[in-house]
């Protein structure tokens, strides 16, 4: 059963009908779904990582004319996609996109600046805490990344073959939902010339 989708906050809100629309890839995310869901309905701040070790957490699964990018997390030491926890206030479908222009460097969008979430996942993190991970398909340039200096350096293009290849089973799903909907990863941003978004 899903949880009442009314939220007072308009980015709980937000997130609720985007969850409830979301047709989950397999199994494991329709629990996950769930789960984000019971969350947000019950939590009292869910986006915020300071009021309970479980709470929100936005990623970006970025693609383009070079295929999808992806980052090795330096602590965990596996190539995965750009993502963390949400500033105040922030809407998860901001929190992705910021996250992942910090931590490649690049300047991404929305495809037709509409946020499409593309997966869920729920997991474990550092010192008991529990990510509830949304991600958000973003569109970037035919660009070298060129992430700052406190970001992992081992920043990426990976052909969709050799990305499904090094991520786990999490991400591998969030890959190939993130390939269907995007079709080439060739669309332009908004106001940006085809130089600049198709190489």
Do not use: C, K
Not at 82 to 109: D, I, K, M, N
Not at 174 to 199: C, H, I, M, V, W
């Amino acid at each position: 059963m899903i949880p009442d989708a009314r939220s007072a906050d308009p980015a709980v809100a937000e997130l609720q009908r985007a969850l409830s629309a979301h047709q989950p890839a397999d199994p494991r995310e329709e629990r996950s779904r769930l789960a984000v869901l019971e969350a947000l309905a019950t939590m009292p701040r869910p986006f915020d990582r300071h009021a309970d070790l479980t709470h929100v957490t936005a990623s970006a699964i970025v693609v383009g004319p070079r295929g999808v990018l992806l980052h090795l997390h330096r602590r965990l030491h596996r190539w995965l996609q750009p993502g963390g926890h949400l500033e105040s206030g922030e809407r998860a479908s901001a929190g992705a996109l910021r996250e992942g222009e910090e931590e490649t460097g690049l300047v991404l969008y929305h495809p037709g600046d509409n946020p499409t979430l593309v997966h869920v996942d729920v997991h474990g993190a550092a010192d008991d805490h529990v990510h509830l991970d949304v991600r958000y398909l973003l569109h970037g340039p035919d660009a070298d990344p060129a992430p700052p200096p406190e970001e992992s350096q081992e920043v990426r293009w990976f052909p969709w073959s050799e990305a499904e290849a090094v991520a786990d089973d999490a991400l591998v799903g969030a890959l190939r939902t993130a390939r269907r909907l995007s079709g080439t990863g060739t669309r332009r941003a908004p106001g940006r010339t085809s130089e600049e978004t198709d190489g």
